[in-house]
């Protein structure tokens, strides 16, 4: 499986960006998929995953301001990250699990990185 993320960079305090990943080698209607960051000195952390179904869960710092989504059509998963905060700052991947189910564990397919980072 391949991922291919873009969208991130510089913005305010307040702002939004949007984040895509191309997917191929997994269809992202059948496999959980999900959106980590890693700050610098910080462990890297789940931020956002959907299920096969499109079941969805957040981590709680990021709950009611991100949001995840797919398209099917393009293999495409999306994080639209509003009212951002300097504590946002980190590198974002996605990836894919290898299963249907949401979980923090068992992703086996992981995009470059893309930086986002919040000017306070």
């Known amino acids: 499986v391949q991922l291919q993320a873009s969208g991130g960079g510089l913005v305010q305090a307040g702002g939004s960006l949007r984040l895509s990943c191309v997917v191929s080698g997994r269809t992202v209607g059948s496999y959980a998929m999900g959106w980590f960051r890693q700050a610098p000195g910080k462990e890297r952390e789940l931020v956002a995953a959907?299920?096969?179904?499109?079941?969805?869960n957040y981590a709680d710092s990021v709950k009611e301001r991100f949001t995840i989504s797919r398209s099917i059509a393009k293999n495409t998963v999306y994080l639209q990250m509003n009212s951002l905060k300097p504590e946002d700052t980190a590198v974002h991947y996605c990836?894919?699990?290898?299963?249907?189910?949401?979980?923090?564990?068992?992703?086996?397919?992981w995009g470059q990185g893309t930086q986002v980072t919040v000017s306070s």
């Open positions: 959907v299920s096969w179904t499109g079941a969805t």
């Open positions: 990836a894919a699990n290898r299963y249907p189910v949401l979980s923090a564990k068992n992703y086996d397919g």
